[in-house]
């Protein structure tokens, strides 16, 4: 099941989630000769740089509530439900973004992850919580 599940998982991450990273090369080769190809590029930087630095901090956040090897499919849907609320989340804020401004963007995307941190930590507490009422741990 958990071969399936991360398979799908897979499928989506690559070909049906919108690629957050094309506003911002829309915006940054708008008035030059590859502003044609801006969406291109920003394909091509998904795959080979962007997708990484999403998924290492995907990753890293889906560990905040699960434990590796306790339920591995539920790990994986938790991890594909995580990549699709960041890249949504970069979609959405750069949407609202006319101009590249570096500064403003990130400020955003930091502000967005330390909210997701917090109510993953806050999920963390109540799973442990929920578990020791029931089990005693």
Do not use: Q
């Not at 630095?53 to 849907?77: D, R």
């Not at 995307?109 to 806050?122: M, Q």
Request: glycine letters at 8%; aromatic letters at 14%; a positive charge.
């Amino acid at each position: 099941m958990y071969i399936l599940v991360s398979v799908i998982s897979e499928l989506l991450r690559t070909y049906i989630f919108p690629n957050p990273f094309t506003k911002l090369f829309e915006l940054y080769f708008s008035g030059s000769a590859l502003s044609s190809s801006a969406s291109m590029l920003a394909d091509i930087f998904n795959y080979l740089l962007g997708g990484i630095i999403l998924y290492g901090i995907c990753y890293n956040m889906v560990g905040i509530v699960y434990n590796k090897g306790e339920a591995p499919v539920l790990g994986s849907i938790l991890y594909g439900s995580i990549v699709l609320i960041n890249s949504k989340m970069l979609v959405y804020i750069l949407e609202g973004v006319n101009e590249l401004n570096l500064k403003l963007i990130l400020i955003k995307i930091i502000i967005g992850l330390a909210i997701e941190i917090i109510i993953l930590y806050n999920i963390r507490h109540a799973k442990k919580w929920i578990l020791s009422s029931l089990y005693g741990y």
